[in-house]
């Protein structure tokens, strides 16, 4: 079964960057038909997605986060990462990725979930 | 932006009742709905994709219904695993895509 684990610092100081890296085991993150998401959930509230990227490197981006981020993908270790500049309080979240499905022609729902890593912004 | 309202906010059930749950989208999203489950300190779980097709391994117990705007998710005999908070999510018009702000199910 396809497993996902998020790995990266906890805390993070106010206008730094975060970075965390999903490793992806049990299965090719060079599988066709998916892409691979960043999903965040501050505490106590829902989820926002982040960015979904294919092992090709093509991204997506969240409008709201376009500015501040970066996703990669590294086929050779089965691993993709999250990159977001400047942060704030506000960024303080439980970071999840996820296995985004490809449908017809686009990424469409996350079927499997790492278990979340909870970053805090604070100095 | 498609923005997901879901309601209620909160729904309180007895075990072995039904429970239906509501997903709004401010426009249509067709049948490009899932529905995810949480429980306290774990990952969302898919239940639903397609506004209807359960994913894989999901009870029957589970059913999602609607297309256009207005979406369902029914839960028919509510078991003790089933209190968690249950969010929908679209996937029409991206990005964003975009989930509802939630619904906690939880014992009445």
């Known amino acids: 079964q396809l497993q996902l684990q998020e790995s990266g610092p906890g805390l993070v100081k106010p206008s730094e960057t975060l970075s965390l890296t999903c490793t992806v085991s049990?299965?090719?993150?060079?599988?066709?038909?998916?892409?691979w998401g960043w999903i965040r959930q501050p505490p106590g509230k829902g989820l926002e997605w982040i960015g979904s990227i294919y092992y090709s490197g093509s991204t997506y981006y969240n409008p709201s986060l376009k500015s501040r981020v970066t996703i990669s993908v590294d086929t050779s270790k089965n691993q993709f990462s999250l990159k977001l500049s400047s942060v704030t309080a506000a960024d303080t979240a439980v970071y999840y990725c996820a296995r985004h499905v490809w449908g017809s022609g686009y990424p469409y729902y996350f079927d499997y979930w790492g278990q979340g890593t909870l970053v805090t912004v604070s100095s | 932006e498609i923005v997901m309202t879901q309601s209620p906010a909160t729904l309180s059930v007895s075990p072995g009742e039904r429970a239906t749950l509501s997903c709004r989208a401010s426009q249509s999203v067709s049948n490009n709905l899932a529905w995810y489950q949480q429980k306290p300190g774990q990952a969302p779980r898919l239940l639903i994709y397609?506004?209807?097709t359960r994913a894989t391994g999901i009870p029957a117990r589970f059913s999602g219904s609607g297309s256009g705007t207005e979406f369902t998710l029914t839960i028919s005999s509510l078991q003790s695993e089933d209190f968690a908070v249950y969010y929908c999510?679209?996937?029409?018009?991206?990005?964003?895509?975009?989930f509802g702000q939630g619904t906690k199910v939880e014992i009445k």
């Open positions: 999510q679209q996937y029409n018009n991206w990005p964003p895509w975009t």
């Open positions: 049990d299965g090719s993150i060079s599988s066709s038909g998916y892409y």
């Open positions: 397609g506004a209807s």
